[in-house]
């Protein structure tokens, strides 16, 4: 644990600020061990190694279409009225050895992908020739299996063509020796497919963090099932599942434990074996049933001084009550969130997702942020001392507020892809003002 943890025992009764509190959080976590994975289960993870380049791409020079392997002067003078008449020495197919020769006033056929045949200087297509049928330009080739014929014979060609034409070089996309991606780069669908082109078959990453995520609250019920009188659909943990997935993780979703502290304890010690973040959400305030802060409050590290679940208020409008600690002989990292549904998105894109950023290792573990002109028609007020966090809509460096300044609104948060910033020392902010905007999106 970081040195701001031995100071957790101590600062219960402290006002944090969202700074600090985030500060703490970094300081503590620590990026996962790389390991080494086949490649579609690296997607997602950040390389932490630089990869070079074995073979050159292409490995020879190749066709770019499907059409014929021919030498520039036997094509120079072609036209419509006079086109140059060659002879079809063979067919030039992707994957196939030992590709015919290319003498003067010879061509061989070739599909786009094939080697360039020795001789030849370059490709023109067959829209550019008959096909080998003695009649006007085609459309394409007939299939070899129906018409093996078009590898022989003669063809027509209608056009001329310079050197080089329609031939990819070798190496022209990467060669030998280069850097193919850096260290640090996360790992998409085009860093993959780069990957498995150079004949790399694994990579070491760090790996994508597990992210178990944990709503309480007895007056819970799983969707889709019916209400009782006083209950009310679990929401938070499908919202931050998804958020943990959004941010690279893979999440673990747990169904809502009711509120009891013995409960929760077990529930979270299972959970430990597949988690390398703990997400919680509800149960942190100041009420007589707030299970989590009841069941974590005296759980630590034994082997660890400072260590454990420190309950903290943060001067921050809507996410007030939070907590943060490690638990488990792996010191497992644990965020409890608030239990309103607003109060815990915003909780969790200003300290989760950082957290699983860091844990991925990837450099810039903040969402981006601008400067954007409010748009609204009365003042937004803000209570003193707390920075507020406000749904809103960007676009074109502007933001319009979405549904009011209440925290419970869940539908607004729905709506919205930018949160707006109204800091500590300001309790009003005027209509047409510039404002710092956290976009979502």
């Known amino acids: 644990m970081s040195s701001t943890a031995a100071a957790r025992t101590t600062g219960q009764d402290r006002l944090w600020s969202v700074d600090d509190h985030l500060e703490d959080i970094l300081a503590t976590v620590r990026p996962l061990e790389p390991i080494e994975l086949q490649l579609l289960d690296a997607q997602g993870c950040v ?5 070079t380049v074995p073979v050159s791409l292409p490995p020879f020079d190749n066709s770019s279409m499907d059409g014929y392997a021919v030498r520039v002067a036997d094509v120079s003078g072609a036209g419509e009225e006079y086109p140059a008449v060659l002879t079809v020495v063979g067919d030039v197919a992707a994957g196939r050895s030992e590709p015919p020769h290319v003498g003067p006033g010879q061509a061989a056929r070739i599909m786009t992908g094939a080697p360039l045949p020795p001789g030849a200087e370059a490709v023109v297509p067959v829209e550019w020739t008959d096909g080998g049928l003695g009649e006007g330009p085609v459309s394409g080739m007939r299939a070899h299996s129906a018409a093996p014929e078009g590898a022989s014979g003669q063809v027509r060609v209608h056009r001329p063509a310079e050197a080089r034409a329609h031939v990819r070089a070798k190496g022209s996309d990467v060669r030998a020796g280069d850097l193919a991606l850096a260290a640090g780069t996360v790992l998409g669908p085009p860093q993959i497919g ?24 007895s007056e819970l019920v799983q969707p889709g099932e019916p209400l009782d009188t006083g209950q ?157 966090f406000l749904r809103g809509t960007y676009e074109d460096g502007r933001v319009t507020p979405v549904g009011g300044a209440g925290s419970h609104l869940v539908a607004a948060l729905a709506h919205a892809d930018a949160l707006i910033v109204v800091p500590e020392d300001t309790t009003s902010v005027e209509p047409g003002t510039e404002v710092e905007v956290v976009l979502l999106g």
């Open 47 to 51: 390389l932490v190694e630089d990869v």
């Open 194 to 217: 780069l990957l498995a082109a150079i004949g790399r078959g694994t990579v070491r990453v760090r790996p994508r963090p597990r992210v178990v995520v944990l709503s309480t609250g």
């Open 232 to 388: 009310i659909y679990d929401s938070n943990s499908f919202a931050l599942c998804a958020a943990a997935r959004d941010a690279g993780a893979i999440a673990y979703r747990v169904g809502a434990v009711a509120d009891d502290a013995e409960t929760l304890r077990s529930t979270i010690e299972d959970q430990l074996i597949r988690a390398d973040l703990l997400v919680t959400t509800g149960g942190v305030s100041v009420g007589a049933y707030d299970v989590v802060k009841e069941a974590l409050s005296s759980v630590g590290d034994e082997d660890e001084a400072g260590a454990g679940v420190d309950f903290r208020k943060l001067a921050m409008q809507p996410g007030k009550p939070q907590g943060f600690g490690s638990i488990g002989p792996d010191h497992t990292p644990l965020l409890a969130l608030p239990g309103n549904p607003v109060s815990s998105y915003v909780s969790f894109e200003l300290f989760v997702r950082p957290a699983i950023r860091t844990l991925m290792g990837v450099d810039d573990v903040h969402r981006p942020t601008a400067r954007a002109t409010l748009e609204t028609e009365k003042a937004l007020t803000s209570p003193p001392g707390r920075r507020q």
